[in-house]
């Protein structure tokens, strides 16, 4: 009998933010997979999604770290995630359970999805969901990311500056993901669309070294890869009075 | 020195979709407060938050139960949620810290926004993030709502027909959440829209009596407050292969 293949969403970083249920299938599963940063040169870096569980994972685990080239723009994705899919399907071919570790939610732009899409014909597979980043950042800036009857838009940052404009000018409430390098030109687009005061900027939320702060405030001209920009539109004085936190991980 | 008022997000419905830190709060709080319906002529519902953790309240803990009137389109929010944030101002200013539950997330569409602008001047508050209904619901589809570079809507379904087409049209993966009594009006636009094929409908997600099946399917004209329709555009095939599930709880 095949094993089960779990996506487990982790949360966006704060450990406690796990679930009952990620925490029980976690600690159940012989085998653990997660992505991880290569730096290449055959440098490994630590895994975010393993280090927000790390506290439950035991030395009898087996663990699958998937490494992700970090220094090219395009990466041989297909390689990675086929070379994975055929390590966990043998063990779930073996009757092993594999318990995939997914920052924030499993199916909300996550990596997740390209082992899903490889195994998921073959194998039982679960979703656990996850607390997201999105609500998250909500909580670190202190007020609802939506509410009644707003329209919500989640965009992640790499889209085109008309893709961008427009969806920005037909929501009441916008969520910009994976901010990183594309920080200058984002910021850009929402002063022209005469947005930056309405704006809060993101980054390591949940951390130690967290970051939240007026889009308006911020003098950096890149940003990591985890860090989020929320435009509350029509709330341009509450965000002015937002105080800068840095490392003030809640 | 005032006790703190904490919005706890208890998640979409299935009791293990509690975090552990939503858990340690609600263990530790010695007052809970929670919404509930109010169907008239003294006749009280049971909370649905407060049903999700039921398993954790000791009867040492006091119970404030927020009672919202069910039966008229507009109940007086405003004289419910000035009586309910004076009671809970009462215990905070006495030191003694009140845990809001809060269906799913409570800063994306909750109630508690109404007691957060009542109390977040005068007292400590701490929001504790939770998974969303939108993350339960892909999960309990069986696909990614949101990938790569997707435009994700959310959109609640009392917005006026104009607003809702338009939006639709403008993303890649949509969300139409509360659709309850404007799931026939709702399901006409998306017809229009060419989209019928390519959208999902959720009930009760998480709950024994959940419904997932492909809209086009679904031969209700009413839906209960708790559902939602995915929007995959694209997907128009794989929408078709759902099976449908009935009373099939993840």
Redesign the interface.
Known sequence: MSGKLYGI?V??G????????A??ILTASPVIAYPAPDFGQGKGGESFARSIVAAHISPDQEEIPIFIPMRTERFPAREIYDRAATEIGGHLDAGRDVCVLCEG??????S??YL?ERL?DSHP????????S???S??AL???????????????A??DDE?LL??IS??DAIAIMKVGRHLKRVRALIEKAGLLPAAGYLERIGLANQRVLPLIDLEDVAAPYFSMILIYKGAEDWIAQRPLTQGDA?
């Open positions: 969403g949360g966006p704060d450990p406690e933010l796990l679930t009952l249920k925490h029980r939610d499993p199916f909300f732009y996550g997740f999805m899903f998921a597979v679960e979703i656990v969901p996850g607390v997201s999105l609500m998250a909500a909580a202190g007020r609802p990311i939506a509410a009644r009857n707003d329209r919500l838009t989640v965009l992640p790499p889209l893709a427009a969806a037909g929501s809640a």
